[in-house]
């Protein structure tokens, strides 16, 4: 699949949205894979990790971190967002108190998530080397190439900052 | 599946994002801080007389602030804290009130049998939106952003 709108037509990735403030236009581009939806729904209806950090929920703070995304504010490289290996076709990390998600980035300010989880898990069991190998096995898979990947490890290639 | 909506509804919409926003502009603070003339985590921790490590925490939202704490944060980086609470204004050009959107999508779903947009949760129609909370960082010394109220 060589298209943004040949991975939407295949229901290989699907758009996602949350409410915006009236002031607040889309300025970046959400997708998710139908398993990383089916983990955000189970967010939506409480699920969390064991022990949480935030003061906020974990869905709160995901909801927080799209409307943060989708809005076009600016993210803290390292704080909020980063590659996991500096590498073409970089695998990115977005990131909250309690949780951590996955992906990649098809164009600048455009990006497909694939895997969430809970920040604790992740760190007590190494994931990172596991989520990035799934997500570039995928791509394979899907016959994504180059032109639906990011080159850059650079924050500014990723986000319009 | 086209689209799915995150909607986790109105009232925990706005803590999130307050908590999210006074986070954020704390880690954008110091890492502008950082970038003019050094200021580390551990530089912060020395002039609080406390752990980098609790800074850290803080700073990433493994640990909860409190009101004394974000204004010690704000202190050690030379930045005031303006504070306000406002009703909400509608600005020229903006998008529909949250209200109407909501009534209207609520109309829509009891009209269409089918769509491709995925709720979770009931639309809530948003009635506590007649208070808005806005904190903003800035520098001590800047002419912008002057609070009409500061704490």
Known sequence: MKTIEELVAANAISRIQVEMHPRDQELRLLYGTPDFIEWLGRLAEGAGPERRLGEATVAEQVDDLINTFLSGQPLVYMKQFRSIRAEKNAVWEFKTPDVRIFGWFLKKDCFVAVFGNWADVIKDHDLYRGYRISIRRMRREWGVDETLCVQGVLPGDVLSL | ?151
């Open chain 2, 1 to 151: 599946m086209t689209s799915f909506h995150f909607d986790i509804g109105a009232r925990a919409r706005n803590a999130g994002r307050f908590i999210g926003r006074v986070r954020g502009e704390l880690l954008r603070a110091l890492s502008e801080r950082k970038s003019e003339g050094g200021l580390s985590q551990e530089a912060l921790a020395r002039k609080l007389d406390t752990e980098r490590s609790l800074i850290n925490r803080q700073l990433s939202g493994e640990s909860n602030l409190t009101l004394r704490s974000l204004a010690d944060l704000a202190w050690a980086m030379d930045l005031e804290i303006s504070f306000e609470l406002k009703k909400p204004a509608a600005d020229a050009g903006q998008n529909q009130p949250i209200q109407l959107q909501a009534l209207q999508a609520q109309t829509f779903q009891d009209q269409a049998t089918a769509t491709s947009t995925v709720r979770h949760g009931q639309i809530r129609y948003i009635n506590g939106a007649a208070r808005q909370v806005s904190v903003h960082v800035v520098p001590a010394n800047s002419e912008l952003g002057q609070p009409k109220k500061s704490a």
